[in-house]
């Protein structure tokens, strides 16, 4: 079962419970406080559920990298244009030509070592804008 309709049905749940009114006149049996205490925490329960469906959403996003890719020793490595950074190119690499201006779809591979360099393991490579202009 998809789960964006679970946390669109439960969030339409917990907010119909938190706004939801008494439709007698008499009091709240529950008295103020006790329904105050129930508000706030369905507030926070959705609050919650909120900043999960984000955070999930956010690592699962594709990411995409642009610079000028360059031939070494250790293989090939792009100079990302905008931290400037320099990452080593795994994965998918066969299309990929020194010397080109390009935007790679992919993630920052993790590190075996901490003195190892930053990685990046290429998905596919989504432009390619020509050689570098220095």
């Known amino acids: 079962m998809p789960q964006k309709p679970i946390w669109r049905a439960f969030l339409i749940v917990a907010?119909?419970?938190?706004?939801?009114?008494?439709?007698?006149?008499?009091?709240?049996?529950l008295g103020d406080d006790a329904r105050n205490a129930l508000i706030?925490?369905?507030?926070?329960?959705?609050?919650?559920?909120?900043?999960?469906?984000v955070i999930?959403?956010?690592?699962?996003?594709?990411?995409?990298?642009?610079?000028?890719?360059?031939?070494g020793a250790n293989g090939m490595s792009v100079s990302d244009e905008k931290n400037k950074r320099?990452?080593?190119?795994?994965?998918n690499t066969a299309d990929i030509k020194p010397g080109d201006r390009v935007t790679l779809q992919g993630k920052?591979?993790?590190?075996?070592?901490?003195?190892?360099?930053?990685?990046w393991e290429v998905n596919k490579e989504t432009k390619d804008f020509g050689a570098c202009q220095p």
């Open 86 to 91: 320099i990452y080593a190119l795994t994965g």
């Open 108 to 119: 920052v591979a993790k590190r075996k070592d901490a003195n190892a360099p930053l990685a």
């Open 40 to 53: 706030g925490i369905v507030a926070v329960a959705a609050a919650l559920v909120v900043i999960t469906v």
């Open 56 to 71: 999930v959403h956010e690592s699962r996003k594709t990411r995409r990298i642009t610079g000028c890719v360059a031939s």
């Open 15 to 29: 907010l119909c419970m938190a706004l939801a009114t008494p439709a007698r006149a008499s009091n709240n049996p």
